[in-house]
T-cell receptor
Framework: AQTVTQSQPEMSVQEAETVTLSCTYD???????LFWYKQPPSRQMILVIR??????QNATENRFSVNFQKAAKSFSLKISDSQLGDTAMYFC????????????????FGKGTLLTVNP | KAGVTQTPRYLIKTRGQQVTLSCSPI?????VSWYQQTPGQGLQFLFE???????NKGNFPGRFSGRQFSNSRSEMNVSTLELGDSALYLC??????????FGPGTRLTVL
């Protein structure tokens, strides 16, 4: 069974500053995907960024980037130039990739980190 | 392309009643997953359907059931509601491992 741990229940950052959210996971799978999802107060879950475990290069999407350490099973999210609209709950999630056999799209989520961006 | 839609958005029920929630996936997506979100337990996987077949099921009692229709729309049903079933129920529509999109959710309150 996979587990995802987010050790920071809440964080705050000043507008325009940089913040890093932590995530660790435990799995015996070799192939998997990792995600960061954002859930603003309106509650629509939005995909922020994803990382394929077999890719060593860290994913980047505009102001969002990850630090993926496969051996350490760590997957942190860095938000640069924080904006008020970044205020949300952030969830780290994991899905194993098993190819065409035994497939299913079950995501395992961490408990989330509530990020508040202050003006 | 239209996103994932869920109906109704809000529901208030009393203990012992049953409820049916609906999810319409993004056009072309054959996978629909359901999650329960509560402040205490976080996001927990309920089940996933793919082409009308349940592919995976989470650790929920048999009161929770679902189905998927030939047009990929999915419904989940909760019978004999309990207070602890109060939650936000999220539906996710997927086309591959690395691409799943969530709906706005249905907020269920059980009194």
């Amino acid at each position: 069974a996979q587990t995802v741990t987010q050790s920071q229940p809440e964080m705050s950052v000043q507008e325009a500053e940089t913040v890093t959210l932590s995530c660790t996971y435990d799995t015996s799978e070799n192939n998997y995907y990792l995600f960061w999802y954002k859930q603003p107060p309106s509650r629509q879950m939005i995909l922020v960024i994803r990382q394929e475990a077999y890719k060593q290069q860290n994913a980047t999407e505009n102001r969002f980037s990850v630090n993926f350490q496969k051996a350490a099973k760590s997957f942190s999210l860095k938000i640069s130039d924080s904006q008020l609209g970044d205020t949300a709950m952030y969830f780290c999630a994991f899905i194993p990739f098993r190819g065409s056999g035994g497939s299913n799209y079950k995501l395992t989520f961490g408990k989330g980190t509530l990020l508040t961006v202050n003006p | 392309k239209a996103g994932v839609t869920q109906t109704p958005r809000y529901l208030i029920k009393t203990r012992g009643q049953q409820v049916t929630l609906s999810c319409s996936p993004i056009s072309g997506h054959r996978s629909v997953s359901w999650y329960q979100q509560t402040p205490g337990q976080g996001l927990q996987f309920l089940f996933e359907y793919f082409s009308e077949t349940q592919r995976n099921k989470g650790n929920f009692p048999g009161r929770f059931s679902g189905r998927q229709f030939s047009n990929s729309r999915s419904e989940m049903n909760v019978s004999t509601l309990e207070l602890g079933d109060s939650a936000l129920y999220l539906c996710a529509s997927g086309i591959s491992y690395n691409e799943q999109f969530f709906g706005p959710g249905t907020r269920l309150t059980v009194l």
